[in-house]
């Protein structure tokens, strides 16, 4: 059974940083693109930032010169920098995987979600 356990969500006041950890856990063959995406009550999913297995990254414009995606591979984990956050900020992070858990068959999965709240 394959599952992304998130950590490091939290309160911080605006201008302040948190960073995200999201880990694979389970058997599988590997982690291909990683990423973050956030939903904020009464708003739709939006990506935050992604990274390819060869360490390409894509931001949101929103996000661009705050936020850092970064991966290790050695531990299956994708991290998520935030700094100089906004209020605006404020939503459910979820992580999100394509995992190969065989070579020739792969699929995409989900964390349950962590909560970021920026106080004004």
């Known amino acids: 059974q394959v599952q992304l356990v998130e950590s490091g969500g939290g309160l911080v006041q605006a201008g302040g940083s948190l960073r995200l950890s999201c880990t694979a856990l389970?058997?599988?063959?590997?982690?291909?693109?990683m990423g973050w995406y956030r939903q904020a009550p009464g708003k739709q999913r939006e990506l935050v930032a992604t990274i390819g297995s060869g360490d390409s990254t894509n931001y949101a414009n929103s996000v661009k010169g705050r936020f850092t995606i970064s991966r290790d591979n050695a531990k299956n984990t994708v991290y998520l920098q935030m700094n100089s956050l906004k209020p605006e900020d404020t939503a459910v992070y979820r992580c999100?995987?394509?995992?190969?858990?065989?070579?020739?068959?792969?699929?995409?999965?989900w964390g349950k979600g962590t909560l970021v709240t920026i106080s004004s």
């Open positions: 999100y995987a394509y995992i190969r858990v065989r070579e020739s068959y792969g699929m995409d999965y």
């Open positions: 389970g058997t599988f063959f590997s982690l291909d693109a």
